[in-house]
């Protein structure tokens, strides 16, 4: 069991209202691209394609300077395993809507509306 259980579970409440306001604000964004705000992609090419996308490697380069990668493979189970497939899937996507939010039809689209 957790020695410090109330500090624990204090620290995993904020984190979940931190990312909570974090996914509101974001969703917030987002909808300004319907109204082909320009600001907008660039507040979400600079979060999710600079800060998103840093948040979700650094992580795991820190690990693989501190151990030894084989072991990575050699340890690996289940869940470690979707949780890799589903970081690299993650950035993918991410990377994929910043090259759509580029695109020549969403440029298009944002000089309409202005």
């Not at 974001?26 to 840093?54: D, E, P, S």
């Not at 950035?91 to 020549?104: D, T």
Request: proline content about 1%.
């Amino acid at each position: 069991m957790l020695e410090n259980s109330e500090e624990t579970v204090g620290s995993i409440v904020i984190n979940i209202i931190l990312r909570l306001l974090l996914f509101i604000i974001l969703i917030l964004i987002i909808r300004q691209l319907l109204y082909a705000k320009n600001w907008a992609r660039i507040v979400l090419t600079i979060l999710l394609g600079v800060f998103g996308i840093l948040s979700m490697i650094v992580s795991p380069i820190q690990w693989m300077l501190n151990n030894n990668v084989l072991s990575f493979f050699e340890n690996i189970n289940l869940f470690t395993l979707l949780f890799t497939i589903s970081r690299i899937l993650h950035i993918i996507f991410v990377v994929s809507a910043i090259i759509f939010m580029y695109s020549r039809e969403a440029n298009e689209f944002f000089k309409k509306k202005t």
